[in-house]
C-alpha cells in the first residue's frame, strides 16, 4: 500500500497545532522526469556498479530508512506515529520507482515540512516566556538512535529544552533577554522561510541520495544543480563575476571580491552590498531577488564568457530605502585560487642549524576534465600547479617537501598518480579491481621524479581517496615519512554515468549518477578501504573516528588483499622512524601549545562521551569561566589567543565584518600540527643528511 494524498491530507491536520501561526508550506509534487530519472538509475545501479544491489524489498528498506534519517538525523521532529506511518510502505519503494510512481517519498517530504513549521512556530511561541535556569535539568546533543517523540506533549518538551539550551547559549555570550529573543525569534523564522523555499528538485536530489548511497557510501545522484557544482569543484573555474556570495536576512550579499575577477577590477562592487536585482545583457529586464535561493541567485549571474550581466546593488549599510544603483558587469573565466595548490616555507631549528621546509597545501585533486578532452596544453590540474611549485621550493633551497593533504577528500584517480609520480619518478602507485574481479595496475611514468630529496605528507581523518592512494604509495615506496591521524578509509573507485547520454536525450534532463566501479589496493597488496593509511608518527586530531570515516558506514566494502605489484621499496625511512619518534616524542613533551591541543582534544572527547549539556546557568557559567581562565592563561603565556570565547550566534547573525574577522582570526591562529610536522621533517633531513655524508665518507 502506497501513501496517498488522502493520508497527507489527515497528516497535515494533525500537525496544524494550537501552535500554529504560520500558513502551511507549498504541497511539493513528483514531476514526470524525476520519476523517468529515478527508473533510469535504478536500471543502471542494479547491473552495473561494483557491487551490483537488486532493487527489492530488502533495498526499499534500507532507502526508506536513509530518506528519513536524513530528513530528521536528531529526531527532533517526527513523532513515532509519523514514523510507523512512513515504514508502513517501507518495502514498496522498488515497486513504485519501477512504476516511475514517486508519491512516497513526496508525501514523507511535505509531512517532514509540515513538522517543521509546527516546531518552528512552537519554539517561536517559547520566545514570549521566560526560563528558569536554576533548574536542574540537561539537554541530550546526541540523539540520532534516541528514541522518536511518542506524542506531541513529548515533542513540546523536546523543544523546550533545544530553545532553552539556544536561550542560554546567548544568555552565557552576554546578550539581554530583549536580544535573545529578537535573535532566536529570527532564526526560527529563518528556517520556516527556507522550508518554504524547497522545490520538486530538492526532495528528488535528497531521495536519490537516500537510494544512491544505499547502493554504497560512494555512489551519488546528481541533478542539475549538483551535477554543476561537482564540475566546478574539478575544473576549480567558471564563468561569472568573481565574488563569493552569502545569504543574510534575504539579501544576497558580498562576502568576498575574487582578485582579478571583473567585480573586483570594476571597482563598482565592496564587501557587504547587496544584490537585490539582476538582469541578462545590456537591456534585459531585471528580475528581483530580495528573498530568493542563494544559489538560484548565483546560477542567474553565472553565464557564458563575455556576457553581459546587469546587478541592482544596495549598497553596504544603507537602509532598505536608500538609494539603489545598477552596475553592468562582463562575465569572464574565474579561477577558484583558494582550492588550488598552494605554497609556504617554514624554517625550523635542528641543533644549530635552520632547515628550510616546503609546504605544499593540496585541498582536492582537480584536473579540468573537459580542457584536458579539448586538447588545451594550459588546462587546470593539481599535478602540474605541483611541479611549478616544487621548481620554485627548488629555487629556494629548500631542505625537504611537506604534502599537506589534511580535509582532501580526493578528486582524480589520474591525478593522485601523476602527483606521485612527481616524488617516485616511474613505477606502479596503486591496483586497481574491477567487478570482474581483474586487477590493473596504474603506473606513474615519469622519466625522473621532480623533487629527489627529502619528503613527507601530512594526513588526518579528512584525507580521503585520491589523498590515501598518493600517501599510500609513498609509504609503500619507502619515498618519504606519512604524519598525522589514520586517514578516512575510502578504497574505491568511482565514474560519473551522464543518464542523458545513456538514453541519448538531447536536452539534460536526467541528471548524472556518481558510481563505484573498482575497489583500489596499495602496490603492497592490501587496501586503504576501512582501515585508511596508518601514519608513521600519529598525531592527535578533533575528528570522532567513530561518526566520520568509512568505518561510520553500515554498507562500507571489507578490507581485502591481493598480491603486491612489482615495485621496488626502500628501507630509508624505515631505517630512520625510531629517531624520528624518539625526537618528535621529547619535543612535543616540553611543548606547551602541543600539550594544550592534547587536553583540547581530551576535553572534547568526554564533551562527546557525555551527549549532554548542563541546562542549569551556574554550571554552565563555571564551565565557560574554567574554559576563559583557561584560554587567558595560555595568551598570556603566549601560547594562544584568549578569543575563543562563544557567542551563542550562528554565522549569519553575526555582522558581516565581524564574521569575516572571526574567519580570518582562525586562519591566523597557530598550526600547532603542520608547525610539527615540519619539525619531523626537519630531522628527517638533516638525518638523511648525516647518513647521505657517512656514506660519502667511506
Known amino acids: 500500500m502506497r501513501i496517498p494524498y488522502v ?39 542494479s547491473r552495473y556498479t561494483y557491487k551490483p544491489v537488486p532493487l527489492d524489498d530488502a ?83 546526541l540523539r540520532d538512535k534516541a528514541p522518536w517523540a511518542q506524542s506531541e506533549a513529548e515533542s513540546n518538551e523536546l523543544w523546550r529544552k533545544r530553545v532553552k539550551s539556544d536561550w542560554l547559549r546567548l544568555k552565557l555570550g552576554g546578550k539581554t533577554d530583549a536580544a535573545i529573543r529578537e535573535t532566536l525569534d529570527k532564526r526560527y523564522e529563518n528556517t520556516l522561510e527556507r522550508v518554504g523555499k524547497f522545490k520538486s528538485d530538492d526532495v528528488f536530489q535528497s531521495f536519490m541520495d537516500a537510494y544512491s548511497t544505499s547502493i554504497d557510501p560512494h ?49 563598482k562592487l565592496a564587501v557587504g552590498d547587496r544584490i537585490t536585482g539582476v538582469g541578462q545583457g545590456k537591456d534585459g529586464p531585471i528580475k528581483e531577488v530580495v528573498g530568493t535561493r542563494l544559489d538560484e541567485v548565483v546560477q542567474m549571474i553565472r553565464g557564458k564568457k563575455d556576457s553581459i550581466v546587469r546587478l541592482d546593488i544596495l549598497p ?65 590540474s593539481a599535478s602540474r600547479d605541483v611541479t611549478k611549485l616544487l621548481d620554485e621550493l627548488k ?19 589520474d591525478e593522485a598518480i601523476d602527483l606521485t609520480g612527481l616524488f617516485i619518478g616511474n613505477g606502479p602507485v596503486v591496483q586497481q579491481r574491477g567487478s570482474n574481479g581483474k586487477v590493473e595496475v596504474k603506473s606513474a611514468e615519469l622519466a625522473e621524479p621532480v623533487w629527489a630529496g627529502p619528503m613527507g605528507v601530512l594526513i588526518n581523518r579528512g ?32 565514474t560519473v554515468v551522464d543518464l542523458d547520454e545513456m538514453v541519448h536525450n538531447s536536452k539534460p534532463e536526467f541528471g548524472e549518477l556518481k558510481v563505484t566501479i573498482a575497489q583500489f589496493f596499495r602496490v603492497n597488496g592490501g587496501t586503504t578501504q576501512l582501515r585508511g593509511v596508518t601514519p608513521d608518527i600519529s598525531l592527535p586530531g578533533l575528528s570522532d573516528p567513530t561518526a566520520f570515516g568509512e568505518t561510520s558506514y553500515d554498507n562500507a566494502l571489507p578490507w581485502a588483499e591481493i598480491k603486491p605489484a612489482n615495485y621496488a621499496p626502500s628501507d630509508t625511512v624505515a631505517k630512520l622512524l625510531p629517531t624520528l619518534q624518539s625526537r618528535h616524542d621529547a619535543r612535543v613533551g616540553s ?21 549532554v549539556i548542563s541546562l542549569n546557568e551556574a554550571e554552565r557559567r563555571k564551565e565557560a569561566a574554567a574554559r576563559e581562565s583557561r584560554l587567558k592563561a595560555r595568551a598570556e603565556a603566549g601560547d594562544g589567543d584568549d578569543s575563543g570565547s562563544d557567542d551563542g550566534l550562528e554565522a549569519d547573525e553575526r555582522s558581516l565584518s565581524a564574521d569575516i574577522a572571526l574567519e580570518n582570526a582562525r586562519k591566523k591562529a597557530k598550526d600547532v600540527l603542520l608547525n610539527e610536522a615540519a619539525a619531523i621533517l626537519a630531522d628527517e633531513a638533516a638525518l638523511q643528511g648525516d647518513v647521505l655524508k657517512a656514506v660519502t665518507k667511506q
Open 7 to 45: 493520508f497527507l491530507g489527515a497528516f497535515l491536520a494533525i500537525a496544524q497545532s494550537a501552535y500554529a501561526e504560520v500558513a502551511s508550506s507549498p504541497v511539493l509534487a513528483p514531476l514526470k522526469r524525476q520519476a523517468q530519472a529515478a527508473q533510469l538509475s535504478a536500471q543502471f545501479l
Open 59 to 141: 533495498l526499499s528498506a534500507k532507502i526508506m530508512d536513509r530518506f528519513v534519517k536524513s530528513l530528521d538525523p536528531d529526531r527532533m521532529l517526527f513523532l513515532q506515529a509519523d514514523v510507523d506511518k512512513f515504514m508502513a510502505d517501507r518495502s514498496e519503494i522498488d515497486d513504485a520507482i519501477e512504476q516511475k510512481d514517486l508519491k512516497i517519498p513526496f508525501a514523507i517530504f511535505n509531512a517532514y515540512e509540515q513538522r517543521v513549521v509546527d516546531r518552528m512556530t512552537y519554539a517561536r511561541s517559547l520566545l514570549k516566556q521566560g526560563f528558569d535556569f536554576s533548574a536542574q535539568e540537561n539537554f541530550s546533543v
Open 219 to 267: 555512489t551519488d545522484y546528481f541533478g542539475a544543480a549538483a551535477s554543476a557544482d561537482f564540475n566546478v569543484s574539478m575544473k576549480l573555474s567558471l564563468f561569472g563575476i568573481g565574488a563569493v556570495l552569502q545569504e543574510r536576512d534575504d539579501y544576497t550579499t558580498i562576502r568576498e571580491l575574487v582578485p582579478g575577477g571583473p567585480a573586483q577590477l570594476s571597482g
Open 316 to 380: 553596504a549599510d544603507a537602509g532598505a530605502d536608500a538609494t539603489h544603483r545598477v552596475i553592468s558587469l562582463v562575465r569572464d573565466k574565474i579561477s577558484l585560487d583558494k582550492q588550488a595548490a598552494r605554497k609556504t616555507v617554514l624554517s625550523v631549528k635542528v641543533g644549530d642549524a635552520t632547515r628550510k621546509i616546503g609546504i605544499i597545501t593540496l585541498p582536492v585533486f582537480y584536473e579540468d576534465f573537459e580542457a584536458k578532452g579539448k586538447g588545451d596544453k594550459d588546462y587546470k
Open 395 to 413: 629555487e629556494e633551497k629548500v631542505d625537504s617537501v611537506l604534502m599537506d593533504l589534511r580535509n582532501n577528500g580526493g578528486g582524480s584517480l
Open 463 to 494: 584525507s580521503a581517496s585520491a589523498s590515501e592512494i598518493f600517501a599510500a604509495a609513498i609509504q609503500d615506496y619507502g619515498r618519504g615519512v606519512i604524519v598525522g591521524e589514520p586517514s578516512f578509509g575510502k578504497g574505491t573507485v568511482q
Open 591 to 611: 611543548d606547551p601549545d602541543f600539550q594544550n591541543l592534547l587536553k583540547d582534544v581530551a576535553e572534547l572527547k568526554a564533551q562527546r562521551e557525555k551527549g
